[in-house]
């Protein structure tokens, strides 16, 4: 790692600022910061750098909304997230960084495509009045009415109740955990990939808020010893990150202190188009 000039400091110091706001905000936005950190420092030593500053924010999200937190959904997720940090410390290990970039940044922006015409294809009345209602801090189960609206959709009778609305979850929780698990190991990504799993779940914004808290506090201390072995931490990265930490401090205090102002849809709405310009800065950086 080179010497940082003082105007690159001074961008790394406002993009973790944003990692604080993210952590306690808008989680997709967070990308934002991933797209700085690699435009500045090399993609591959990025990450070493970004994954103390993620972890500081974790601790932080944890305290404020640790009791928002849908266990349910991490339980299901971790599985799939394993195998998704196995296949990311591989691809991490041979990619150079041109191809970690254009891969997270391709991922991304497919799915919002995904969650965007899930979202048009469940959009209407009864949708809407059943995301509004649910235990946990107001978010509803995920893969609940996913399961409720398949049954019978298409004029048959619906199999086993339940059996359906399970089915669908795994899937989900499938398809998203190991993308998960890779982006975080690859580039510390996967806020935007957990965001569009958690909205596309129908989860309010206090469970969502603390559901993913802990999900990335787990996730990213799991990952520190797979960075170390990468080289991606070391003694240089580390003294970068003191410096630094002191930023994601200010950061969080001003996400927790906005996210009560932001409503249901326009929260959602950002946390898209937040994702949309992360992946696309990640492409063509």
Request: net charge positive; glycine share 12%.
């Amino acid at each position: 790692m080179d010497t940082l000039t003082l105007a690159q400091v001074a961008v790394l110091a406002a993009a973790s600022a944003l990692v604080g706001f993210s952590k306690t905000s808008i989680n997709g936005a967070n990308t934002i910061s991933l797209a700085v950190f690699a435009a500045v420092l090399p993609a591959r030593e990025s990450t070493g750098v970004l994954l103390p500053l993620l972890i500081a924010g974790d601790v932080l999200a944890v305290l404020v909304y640790r009791r928002h937190a849908h266990w349910p959904t991490l339980l299901r997720l971790f599985p799939a997230v394993a195998v998704g940090l196995v296949a990311g410390t591989l691809f991490l290990k041979y990619a150079g960084d041109g191809a970690v970039r254009a891969s997270i940044g391709a991922i991304l922006l497919v799915m919002v495509g995904v969650t965007l015409r899930r979202r048009r294809r469940t959009t209407g009345p009864v949708a809407d009045g059943e995301r509004a209602e649910g235990g946990h801090g107001g978010e509803a189960e995920p893969g609940k009415e996913a399961g409720e609206r398949a049954a019978g959709a298409d004029g048959t009778a619906p199999g086993p109740p339940g059996r359906r609305a399970r089915n669908a979850a795994r899937a989900q929780a499938g398809t998203y955990g190991a993308l998960g698990g890779f982006t975080t190991m690859v580039a510390n990504a996967a806020g935007p990939v957990m965001s569009l799993y958690l909205l596309s779940s129908g989860m309010r914004k206090l469970g969502f808020l603390g559901t993913s808290a802990w999900f990335f506090l787990i996730v990213n201390v799991t990952k520190v010893p797979f960075s170390v072995g990468l080289g991606l931490i070391d003694g240089r990265s580390l003294l970068l990150d003191a410096v630094l930490v002191l930023f994601v401090l200010p950061g969080a205090w001003l996400g927790r202190r906005c996210v009560d102002r932001i409503n249901q849809r326009l929260f959602e709405q950002i946390v898209l188009v937040a994702t949309v310009v992360g992946g696309l800065q990640l492409l063509l950086l």
